[in-house]
């Protein structure tokens, strides 16, 4: 019989999470805010390692490990202690997580390494449960957590628990930019002022990347806005990823810092990011494709 310890390490991607747009639709008596968005994955993004071990760690590399700790606020060890309970057994794993998003950066960095780690974790201890559980743990961490276990261009709205997969999307590339600058989410919705905006879902198919931009001018990030009042670097970036050449849309990501520009191929999306990287070389610029 196989025990854990004789199990293989298994290791997932985590991509950056990306709002195409993001409309604020209303506010629940609880205080959560409800949301219409568009959200896709980017090819770039943390990577996590799970293997055998008879006791839970987190241990953190990479570029972006200096931001975070690893004690039990860390998301990947909420994520494994929660999965653990539901499944009724100890939470046993050393998990390592390379972390290369920018923090609190608007992107899902820390929702997508959590949606990581309970794939993982199922995987690593030969679990099963079924979807609709798994994305209910995942609620009980964060908002984002079901869009980024289900991992595919999505139309998000309710709090973020109500999925339905996107209308196909073309073949494009992004540009993701930060300033190295933490914004918080609360502090962003805060701040947010003025009327609700109705949901907008798309539900038709798009020819090309330009088709997909053209939607997108129509719609818009409402918490662009109040994340340029607390953080005047955001509109510092959309002017610069504007003026790249090819450029079909610049925007803001979630709840900021993070904005992108959509560009129509790699070509055009590598040479935007070399322009913005030797600009303004304190930012963070990583070009990469929606997945499909």
């Given amino acids: 019989m196989t025990s854990l310890l004789d199990r293989a390490a298994v290791e997932l991607f985590a991509p950056a999470k990306v709002n195409l747009y993001l409309h604020v639709t209303g506010r629940r008596e609880d205080g959560y805010h409800l949301l219409d968005s568009l959200v896709v994955f980017a090819g770039t993004g943390d990577t996590l390692r799970f ?131 933490a914004l918080s989410t609360p502090a962003v919705f805060r701040a947010r002022a003025g009327e609700f905006t109705p949901a907008a879902p798309l539900t038709e198919p798009l020819a090309d990347a330009r088709a997909l931009a053209d ?9 662009a806005k109040p994340a340029m009042t607390l953080e005047p670097a955001v509109k510092t970036m959309l002017d610069a990823i504007g003026e790249t050449q090819g450029c079909l849309l610049a925007r803001m990501s979630g709840s900021g810092a993070t904005c992108f520009g959509l560009y129509a191929d790699e070509e055009t999306a590598d040479a935007a990011a070399d322009a913005l990287a030797e600009s303004h070389p304190d930012w963070w610029v990583s070009p990469a494709p929606i997945l499909s």
Avoid: F, Y
């Fill in 51 to 181: 293997a055998p071990s008879d006791t839970l760690s987190l241990t953190i590399e990479g570029p972006g490990a200096e931001n975070l700790t690893a004690d039990d606020d860390n998301i990947v060890l909420k994520a494994a202690h929660a999965l653990a309970k539901a499944l009724n057994r100890p939470a046993q794993a050393a998990i390592t997580l390379e972390k290369n998003l920018p923090v609190a950066s608007g992107i899902g960095g820390g929702s997508a390494d959590a949606a990581a780690t309970l794939r993982g974790l199922m995987a690593l201890w030969g679990a099963e449960l079924d979807d609709a559980t798994l994305a209910q743990i995942g609620l009980s961490l964060g908002a984002d957590l079901p869009v980024c276990l289900a991992g595919r261009p999505t139309q998000m709205s309710g709090i973020g628990e109500t999925l339905v997969p996107a209308a196909q999307l073309p073949p494009a590339w992004l540009v993701l930019v930060n300033p190295r600058l």
């Fill in 215 to 223: 939607a997108l001018v129509s719609r818009r990030n409402d918490l």
